[in-house]
């Protein structure tokens, strides 16, 4: 009964440096979220799937984030020329019941921490 | 836009107390639901409760019940008997379009 899983759970890198952070959703479950948090403050939307398109990436900062889901289950989030201001927890979450509906229980994973030098 | 509001950045209670955590919401929606999460030092959200912004009756889910007051638009979460487990940062969110918008959150700290 295996929830949703992120690696690494920490990431250290350097300024300017290419990261890739993975989530491995609920098996099934037909939407995944990417989320950012930041120190002391709640969780803030960065992008969802359904399936394997992405039906919302109004949440992504800049050019320098991009996010896959080449076959509809596991998630890649990939950040280019990192900076300091990208340090922060992120996070994943995978649900069942397609967005667009009222009720959307989301099922999130650990996180990773990702600290940019 | 969709906006959550959390006005109190930590409590405290005793150990066995109630306690309410406030969220007051901003949409122009008819339709929408209202979600509670906990996130433990451990890092993970853990869902709590949800309200329907249409459903009769307030929510409620063993010791969470929801504090639904639509025409003020805010949705409290009360937590009866408060364990020393309860300590954790616990987050009012709103759906929107399938994201959730989160707000600020309340770090609750149960005294034994």
């Known amino acids: 009964g295996a929830g949703v899983s992120q690696t690494p759970s920490n990431k250290v890198t350097e300024k300017g440096k290419y990261v890739e952070l993975r989530c491995d959703p609920i098996s099934g479950h037909t939407a995944l979220y990417w989320y950012r948090q930041s120190l002391g403050q709640g969780p803030e939307f960065l992008i969802y799937f359904q399936g394997t398109g992405a039906a919302d990436d109004s949440g992504l900062p800049n050019d320098r984030f991009f996010a896959v889901r080449p076959e509809g289950s596991v998630s890649t989030l990939k950040i280019q020329r990192t900076e300091r201001g990208d340090s922060a927890v992120y996070l994943c979450?995978?649900?069942?019941?397609?967005?667009?509906?009222?009720?959307?229980?989301?099922?999130f994973g650990p996180g990773t921490r990702l600290t940019v030098l | 836009a969709q906006k959550i509001t959390q006005t109190q950045p930590g409590m405290f209670v005793q150990e066995k107390e109630a306690v309410t955590l406030d969220c007051t919401y901003d949409?122009?929606?008819?339709?929408?639901?209202l979600f509670w999460y906990k996130q433990p030092s451990s890092g993970e959200m853990i869902f709590l409760i949800y309200?329907?912004?249409?459903?009769?009756q307030n929510a409620t889910e063993g010791r969470y019940s929801l504090n639904f007051q639509k025409a003020r638009k805010s949705a409290n979460l009360v937590i009866s008997a408060s364990q020393l487990g309860d300590s954790a940062m616990y987050f009012c969110a709103m759906v929107d379009w399938g994201k959730l918008i989160f707000g600020q959150g309340t770090e609750l700290s149960v005294k034994p």
């Open positions: 949409t122009s929606d008819p339709s929408y639901g």
């Open positions: 309200q329907g912004s249409y459903d009769q």
């Open positions: 979450a995978s649900s069942l019941i397609p967005p667009g509906g009222e009720v959307n229980e989301q099922f």
